[in-house]
């Protein structure tokens, strides 16, 4: 289990297998065992991944009465970043992809009940050098 105050970022290409990447390691970490995970969109735009508990309506069951699998939720984040604006210019020489940042929900955060959090995922923008 993440400690209250523990930085987790990791930052990725745009693709569920990138993402499916990070959110194994991540729930490896947070000590993830067969239990109901939830997920919600924040009030800025973030996938959000966390517990689900049932007299908590802040977080939405995933679908379908299986064990959580983390391959599903990569397809289903990586939808949902895709849809998102990105600006994919800058002023340096080389490239810029969209891509994702996952990291740990903190209390400070703009999600409801984030005490049950674990990641969330945005947009990011990643920037290659010529």
Excluded: H, R
Excluded at 8 to 20: A, C, F, R, T, V
């Amino acid at each position: 289990m993440f400690s209250s105050n523990q930085v987790l970022q990791i930052s990725g290409d745009l693709n569920p297998s990138d993402i499916k990447n990070a959110l194994d390691y991540a729930m490896e970490l947070y000590g993830y065992v067969q239990s109901p995970i939830g997920w919600q969109f924040s009030e800025d735009n973030k996938f959000c991944i966390g517990k689900f508990v049932n007299d908590n309506t802040d977080w939405n069951k995933f679908p379908l009465d299986i064990d959580f699998d983390t391959e599903l939720a990569a397809v289903l984040i990586y939808k949902y970043l895709n849809q998102q604006e990105y600006i994919l210019d800058g002023p340096y020489d080389g490239t810029y992809e969209k891509g994702f940042l996952m990291k740990t929900i903190k209390s400070d955060t703009k999600v409801k009940s984030s005490f049950y959090g674990i990641v969330s995922f945005e947009v990011f923008v990643n920037f290659y050098a010529k």
